[in-house]
């Protein structure tokens, strides 16, 4: 078991055991109150760059209206076998039967582990020394990291972090990272592993376009403001290569606005910026919501400048979530998947029911 963890309490003070059972049981009830509240009719949306918006029953292809150091794999079973306790998700996210899912990272095994106390961070907001290691620390500013090697674990970042430079590299483990109401990623963009890690807030939660592995990690929680269009991502690449997804829960989960905000998908691959190239998407749990237009955008899009520059964005062994209506997404599981493109794969993705998924479902 794992728990949100705060600094260490003073001497003689006592962590009470129990705080993160009764915070999960607070959020899951919030949840249930809030899927009650919001039965209504909400706008889901494509990322920025699409300028499209998804509306609920509408045309997914209609014009906005609003302006609108790699690790070994853990041994996760096949998909059809993990179906069972979904990860309790922030008091935004929508409960349903359909996301009972056992063995996807959640809160009780992902971020801060269990007993681990934690102290001050007095180090630099900019990192440019190789090789630093933030151990069991509670980081409260964002970070810039402009050196390699840079290891954040055990830790707590009331933050976003920023990779700078192509030698630079990152590795955060066992750790926590809330990038809180930032207009950005939360973690990103190149040179990065992230293990076994809760990553909320901002934005995206994770944004990568070269050389990244999230793997046993949790992605979910991001920021939306009233009276803003922000299109939100649980995993975002506007044109990438060698990008691993592996065994993660991936919940775009914040509900949309009236100003045309909300989440585009649980992960979105667009060729905005370069071409999409070598990915895996191996054992993750896509979580549904009728909030955004799709679970998965699969990098293919004749209107995108590098949208037809797609291969080997392999998507294996996952489990995508029906959620209320039945299809994951507003519109459905996924789009912009060529199946055809050199070295794109697709098999052994079910839905939570354990039935199969193709592409084109």
């Given amino acids: 078991m794992r728990q949100s963890t705060q600094p260490a309490p003073a001497r ?5 055991g129990g705080r993160r059972r009764r915070r999960v049981a607070l959020g899951a009830a919030l949840a249930l109150l809030a899927a009650v509240a919001a039965a209504g009719t909400v706008s889901a949306v494509a990322d920025r760059d699409t300028d499209r918006v998804a509306t609920t029953g509408g045309d997914p292809g209609a014009p906005a209206a609003n302006g609108s150091g790699a690790a070994t ?13 979904r990860p309790t998700g922030p008091p935004t ?22 007993g681990v106390r934690l102290g001050g961070y007095s180090g630099p907001c900019t990192i440019t020394r190789a090789n630093t290691v933030i151990d069991r620390r509670h980081v409260r ?39 809180g109401q ?17 990553i909320r807030g901002g934005q995206t939660s994770v944004n990568c376009y070269r050389n990244c592995l999230v793997q046993d990690s949790w992605l979910h929680g991001q920021y939306l403001p009233d009276g803003e269009d922000w299109h939100l991502n649980a995993f975002l690449s506007n044109g990438g290569s060698d990008i691993r997804l592996v065994h993660n829960t991936l919940a775009c989960d914040r509900r949309g606005n009236a100003s045309g905000g909300g989440c585009t998908a ?27 237009s799709y679970c998965l955008y699969g990098g293919f899009d004749e209107k995108k400048q590098y949208g037809t520059q797609v291969s080997g964005i392999v998507v294996t062994g996952n489990v995508f979530e029906r959620g209320g ?13 060529a199946r055809s493109a050199p070295g794109n794969e697709w098999r052994d993705n079910v839905w939570s029911d354990g039935k199969p998924l193709a592409p084109s479902s």
């Fill in 12 to 16: 003689g003070a006592t962590t009470p």
């Fill in 73 to 85: 794999s853990s041994a996760a079973p096949r998909a059809s076998e993990r179906l069972g306790v």
């Fill in 93 to 114: 996210a929508t409960p349903s039967a359909a996301t009972r899912a056992t063995g996807f990272p959640g809160a009780g095994n992902t971020g801060v582990p269990d």
């Fill in 141 to 179: 500013c964002s970070l810039v990291v402009k050196a390699a090697n840079v290891v954040i674990r055990s830790s707590r970042v009331d933050g976003t972090i920023r990779l700078e430079g192509e030698s630079h590299s990152l590795r955060v483990e066992d750790s926590e990272v809330d990038g």
């Fill in 182 to 198: 930032a207009y950005e990623h939360t973690v990103g963009f190149e040179n990065l592993t992230v293990l076994r890690s809760e």
């Fill in 266 to 292: 649980d992960v979105s691959i667009f060729g905005d910026f370069g071409p999409n190239a070598n990915y895996t998407i191996r054992d993750n749990l896509f979580v549904a919501s009728d909030q955004m």
């Fill in 325 to 337: 209506n039945g299809r994951c997404g507003s519109y459905g599981p996924v789009t912009s998947y």
